[in-house]
């Protein structure tokens, strides 16, 4: 659920207000949370939500979506790129508590088509030093 958004005037709408919700499988933002939860889980919430493509680029298959949690796990962030709306790309870290719990809030940064450039990593970076921050 979105509490707060700051839309800006740009070419493609992403169309979220305050109350805002998104299927957590292909969301950046979902998927961060989902990893943060015992793989059982976060399996199960997977499955009761019945996956289904909103775009050619969904990934729907459980398992594929479970590797998908693990690489989130693992890699501390998520990056999803066009599985949510085509031309939208969302990269998303958990916010950690000082004992290292994930609030139920992130750090997101969006653009229209991913690509590999020093703009992500710029993001990144920033995501982390917002994250780092916040679990003082």
Same mark, same amino acid.
């Given at each position: 659920?979105?509490?707060? &958004?700051?839309?800006? &005037?740009?070419?493609?709408? %992403?169309?979220? *207000?305050?109350?805002?919700r998104?299927?957590?499988?292909?969301?950046?933002?979902?998927?961060?949370?989902?990893?943060? $939860?015992?793989p059982?889980g976060?399996? #199960?919430?997977?499955?009761?939500?019945? +996956?289904?493509?909103?775009?050619? @680029?969904? %990934? /729907?298959? +459980?398992? =594929?979506? /479970?590797?998908? $949690?693990?690489?989130?796990?693992?890699?501390?962030?998520?990056? %999803?790129?066009?599985? !949510?709306? !085509?031309? !939208?790309?969302?990269? #998303?870290?958990?916010?950690? *508590? @000082? =004992?290292?719990?994930? %609030?139920?809030? /992130?750090?997101?940064?969006?653009?229209?088509?991913? =690509? +590999?450039? +020093?703009?992500?990593? #710029?993001?990144?970076?920033?995501?982390r030093?917002?994250?780092?921050?916040?679990?003082?």
């Open positions: 659920v979105y509490i707060a &958004r700051s839309a800006q &005037r740009r070419i493609m709408s %992403v169309g979220l *207000s305050v109350g805002s998104l299927p957590a499988f292909c969301s950046s933002m979902g998927r961060v949370l989902l990893a943060a $939860l015992e059982q976060a399996q #199960a919430l997977i499955l009761a939500s019945k +996956p289904c493509a909103l775009t050619p @680029h969904t %990934v /729907t298959d +459980p398992a =594929r979506l /479970t590797e998908l $949690l693990e690489e989130v796990r693992a890699q501390g962030w998520c990056l %999803v790129d066009q599985e !949510l709306e !085509l031309g !939208l790309a969302s990269l #998303a870290m958990p916010l950690l *508590s @000082h =004992r290292g719990a994930v %609030v139920r809030s /992130t750090c997101r940064c969006r653009c229209s088509a991913c =690509r +590999p450039t +020093p703009w992500w990593s #710029a993001s990144c970076r920033a995501c030093r917002c994250r780092c921050s916040f679990s003082r």
